[in-house]
C-alpha cells in the first residue's frame, strides 16, 4: 500500500500570508494525486487533480506542483475561507489512499 | 449539479451488519464510478472500495472480506454493506463519484455517522 506522508500537520498562518503544505509518497505515483479541502462539519472537496490542475470555483490563489513522490500545494495570501483540512489522495494504485491531512490555522 | 447523499441507521451494534445507502440526484448513476470512504479523527479517510454503474467492483484489501456493493441505477441509488462490525468500523461513511477508476474524487457526499456500540 502506497503510503502519504503531509506535513505539516498544523500549519498556522495569518491572513494575508502564504502557506505551502507538502504530500510525500512512499513510492511514485507519477501525477496521481489529488489535494482536497475539507471544511468542518463538510465533505471534502476536489482542489486538485494529475497534481496541479486546479479544479473548477478555486481561485488562481491555489497552486499546486510535483509528480513521483514529492508533491507541494501553495495557498498565495491566505483568505478566511482557506481556513481548513487539506488532504492528499493517491489513485495510482490500488488500495487508493490518503495523507493524514494538514490544517490551516488562523495565527 | 450532481447531489449525493448518504442515510443509513446512526446506530449499529458489535458483530451485526452496518447497510448505508447513497442517493444520488440531478445526474446519473451512469457511466461513472462510486467509491465508500470512511473517515476518523483517528485513522483519517480510508478508501473502502468501488462500483462501477455496470456492477464491477474493486474493494480494499483490509475490508474486502466484509463488504458487498451494490448500485440500482433505475433508481440512482448505490448500497453498502459491512458485516460484522466492531467499534472500529465507527466513523463517517461518504460517497463519492469519480469518472474513472483511477481518477481523482470530483464530488462527495456530506456523510453519514455511524457507531458501533454493544
Known amino acids: 500500500e502506497i503510503v502519504l506522508t503531509q506535513s505539516p500537520a498544523t500549519l498556522s498562518v495569518s491572513p494575508g500570508e502564504g502557506a505551502t503544505l507538502s504530500c510525500r509518497a512512499s513510492?511514485?505515483?507519477?501525477?496521481?494525486l489529488a489535494w482536497f479541502q475539507q471544511m468542518p462539519g463538510q465533505a471534502p472537496r476536489l482542489l486538485i487533480s494529475?497534481?496541479?490542475t486546479r479544479a473548477t470555483g478555486f481561485p488562481a490563489r491555489f497552486s499546486a506542483s510535483g509528480s513521483g513522490t514529492e508533491f507541494t500545494l501553495t495557498i498565495s495570501s491566505l483568505q478566511s475561507e482557506d481556513f481548513a483540512v487539506y488532504y492528499c489522495?493517491?489513485?495510482?494504485?490500488?488500495?487508493?489512499?490518503f495523507g493524514g491531512g494538514t490544517k490551516v490555522e488562523i495565527k | 449539479q450532481v447531489q449525493l447523499r448518504e442515510s443509513g441507521p446512526g446506530l449499529v451494534k458489535t458483530s451485526e451488519t452496518l447497510s448505508l445507502t447513497c442517493a444520488v440526484s440531478g445526474g446519473s448513476i451512469s457511466p461513472y464510478y462510486w467509491s465508500w470512504i470512511r473517515q476518523t479523527p483517528e485513522k483519517g479517510l480510508e478508501w473502502i472500495g468501488f462500483i462501477f454503474y455496470s456492477g464491477t467492483t474493486h474493494y480494499n484489501p483490509s475490508l474486502k472480506s466484509r463488504v458487498t456493493m451494490s448500485v440500482d441505477t433505475y433508481n440512482d441509488q448505490l448500497s453498502l454493506r459491512l458485516t460484522s462490525v466492531t467499534a472500529a468500523d465507527t466513523a463517517v461513511y461518504h460517497c463519492?463519484?469519480?469518472?474513472?477508476?483511477?481518477?481523482?474524487?470530483?464530488?462527495w457526499g456530506p456523510g453519514t455517522v455511524v457507531t458501533v456500540s454493544s
Open positions: 513510492q511514485s505515483v507519477n501525477s496521481n
Open positions: 489522495q493517491q489513485y495510482y494504485d490500488w488500495p487508493l489512499t
Open positions: 463519492a463519484r469519480h469518472a474513472g477508476a483511477m481518477t481523482a474524487f470530483d464530488k
Open positions: 494529475g497534481a496541479s
